[in-house]
């Protein structure tokens, strides 16, 4: 069974992965709204890369803190 964290990270990595997806997507696209399409897509990127090194760093300090205990 998943911990908390190790849950909370795979969810962060997937929606990461999503984002990823979609941006792949967007950059494939050619139309007149383009530009904004894809600043949106690089703000949910940063977002989601963020989410997904904050859950990595909390799963690294709680396996940190397992190690001395």
């Given at each position: ?8 990270t ?23 709204d ?23 760093r ?12």
């Amino acid at each position: 069974m998943r911990s908390p964290a190790e849950q909370e990270t795979r969810a962060a990595a997937e929606r990461l992965s999503a984002q990823i997806d979609d941006a792949l997507s967007a950059a494939s696209r050619h139309s007149s709204d383009s530009t904004e399409e894809l600043e949106a897509c690089a703000d949910r990127l940063e977002r989601a890369a963020r989410d997904l090194a904050a859950a990595l760093r909390e799963l690294a300090g709680r396996r940190g803190g397992d190690a001395e205990e």
